[in-house]
């Protein structure tokens, strides 16, 4: 579909007519401390389903549920907000999927305001959650009330789906998914929890890289020693595990597993200078790794050490460690399977275990790589619609994190299109402290989501 310039001026005008009161609503959300892990109260979760539903309610649509699914372990999952708006007849139906809850708040002294009260500065909004992914709740009811200002409904059937467990997993998505397959069912699927390029340039997020983690564990003795009266035959289990994860990596910073596969390099880089700054990378600190730096990040495996189990040095003794333990995060390039991944990672420990230590995985989460095609009906409604927003091409990125219910999406509706979209940038420090969103740029996935909206109507 084609966006005249005066159809777009009209939907902007009443974006911006109604902005503050959908800035206004994202500061309400922000203030819930909706916390989905499992040591902070859930009454929190709760209230914040309850909010999100009544935007949506607001916004005009006319069926709104708070539903929830069993989790693995027979717990009930977190609510999710579920509302629908039929098709008309022949159109298509299009998912707009969001998330409520927000990752914990970490150290408050590492933040230079309260987690929970949103505060702006300039043309950022500070807050947990006030990016990830409050901004992306936002961006489907303000996109929903700005057709509405033009007297328009969408054109297409729309279900919103507002989950509430994503940060702690998502562990009753794919049940959720097989109780409600009905309600859910679309054609089309946004998926507003991802990034744009920069400020002032957007992007679709054609790429993701899926996940595999775990504990490896290294024991060398049946309880610890004297390390005056044995120490030297016998090298301490926390210097075993350190030598082990040294096997992991070149001395490039090559990811240096057999088995785990690269995927082709991405058509866009990502400068050096601005990698830097966007990860806080210390002057002289060298990068890893061979190749371009957006493939380093996108379709190369990574693996890193998010945790170690080990005698800390406030505690201390005299003696050799007799085991010790560290987590690892495995990321996965598009086109290699999670298990595949998994077990070409616990063929390299096993075989490279230090002085016939014994070396045990344990294996923790899994989830799947996400590609999505060049070229369909709805990647192009996007471009236009990206375009028209921003006044500039939307960009093809890939992003090293990983969501893995995208892949649950893709099988229980293996027909849909998925489009990732998002409302951060590099400077909005999702689920680091002084998390926020520009509000610039919220204004801009308004207007670009209720062209969206428009252009699949016409396709």
Request: aromatic share 4%; no cysteine.
């Amino acid at each position: 579909m084609t966006h005249t310039e005066s159809d777009v001026a009209a939907l902007r005008a009443h974006v911006d007519e109604l902005f503050p009161a959908v800035q206004a609503d994202l500061e309400s959300l922000v203030r819930i401390p909706s916390v989905s892990a499992s040591a902070f109260d859930p009454a929190h979760v709760e209230t914040s389903a309850k909010a999100v539903a009544t935007l949506l309610r607001d916004a005009g649509m006319p069926e709104v549920q708070i539903l929830r699914s069993e989790r693995p372990d027979g717990e009930p999952g977190a609510p999710a907000v579920v509302a629908r708006r039929p098709a008309p007849a022949g159109a298509p139906t299009v998912l707009l999927y969001a998330h409520h809850d927000v990752q914990p708040p970490g150290d408050p002294a590492t933040w230079d305001t309260e987690p929970f009260e949103p505060v702006q500065r300039g043309e950022r909004l500070f807050g947990r959650g006030a990016a990830d992914d409050k901004a992306g709740v936002m961006a489907h009811v303000g996109a929903l009330r700005a057709l509405a200002a033009l007297g328009e409904e969408p054109g297409v059937g729309v279900t919103v789906f507002v989950e509430g467990e994503e940060e702690a997993g998502s562990p009753s998505f794919s049940r959720f998914l097989a109780d409600h397959h009905e309600l859910l069912a679309a054609d089309v699927i946004v998926v507003a929890d991802s990034t744009n390029w920069k400020v002032g340039v957007p992007a679709l997020t054609t790429s993701l890289r899926g996940l595999v983690d775990g504990v490896v564990s290294v024991d060398v003795l049946d309880h610890a020693v004297h390390s005056g009266m044995f120490g030297g035959p016998v090298l301490d289990a926390n210097l075993l595990l350190a030598r082990l994860l040294a096997t992991l990596h070149d001395d490039a910073g090559n990811v240096a597993v057999e088995g785990l596969t690269s995927a082709a390099e991405p058509d866009v880089d990502y400068a050096e200078a601005d990698f830097r700054a966007d990860s806080s990378v210390l002057d002289g600190v060298e990068l890893a790794g061979e190749g371009t730096i957006a493939g380093r990040m996108w379709t190369k495996p990574a693996i890193a050490v998010i945790g170690v189990d080990a005698t800390d040095v406030a505690h201390a003794s005299n003696t050799l460690a007799p085991r010790a333990a560290a987590k690892l995060s495995v990321r996965i390039p598009p086109g290699l399977a999670p298990q595949a991944a998994e077990d070409a990672l616990q063929a390299h420990l096993t075989a490279h275990a230090p002085f016939g230590a014994r070396v045990t995985w344990t294996p923790g989460e899994q989830g799947k790589a996400f590609g999505a095609p060049d070229d369909s009906e709805a990647m192009r409604a996007a471009r236009s619609a990206f375009a028209a927003a921003w006044g500039t091409d939307p960009v093809d990125i890939g992003v090293g994190g990983s969501i893995p219910f995208i892949a649950d999406l893709l099988e229980a509706f293996p027909e849909a299109a998925v489009l990732v979209t998002g409302v951060e940038d590099p400077d909005s420090r999702a689920h680091g402290a002084n998390e926020s969103v520009h509000l610039g740029e919220l204004r801009k996935v308004l207007v670009a989501e209720a062209l969206l909206l428009r252009g699949l109507a016409t396709r």
